[in-house]
């Protein structure tokens, strides 16, 4: 079992940085896959991002291509925490942002993931 707590979203204008956190329980959490999803309102849970670690490669990272070049996501295993860094944000990307967690490697279908956190709400202002 694991459980996920996002943190550090908020109000931003546009052009600016967050980063989001997302704090794990679960002693084996290195070897989950972890993605960043978000939901604008009234529109579907788009893939954001996502990380998987391994001892024979390292992270392998796949992204969005809306975010790639200004999103990075990194992981610290001994923190038990995935970050997202979001640099030169648009108001296109306001929306609640989820971290998930998932066996999958480095998938980018919500149903891949097999747990979620309840969502740190971003909101970008032009």
């Known amino acids: 079992q694991v459980q996920l707590v996002e943190s550090g979203g908020g109000p931003v204008q546009a052009g600016g940085s967050l980063r989001l956190s997302c704090a794990a329980s679960g002693r084996t959490f290195s070897t989950y896959t972890v993605g960043w999803f978000r939901q604008a309102p009234g529109k579907e849970r788009e893939f954001v991002a996502t990380?998987?670690?391994?001892?024979?490669?390292?992270?392998?990272?796949y992204y969005a291509d809306s975010v790639k070049g200004r999103f990075t996501i990194s992981r610290d295993n001994t923190k038990n925490t995935v970050y997202l860094q979001m640099n030169s944000l648009k108001p296109e990307d306001t929306a609640v942002y989820y971290c998930?967690?998932?066996?999958?490697?480095?998938?980018?279908?919500?149903?891949?993931?097999?747990?979620w956190g309840q969502g740190t709400q971003v909101t970008v202002s032009s």
């Open positions: 990380i998987r670690w391994s001892s024979w490669s390292g992270d392998s990272t």
């Open positions: 998930a967690a998932g066996q999958s490697w480095l998938a980018v279908a919500p149903s891949a993931y097999d747990y």
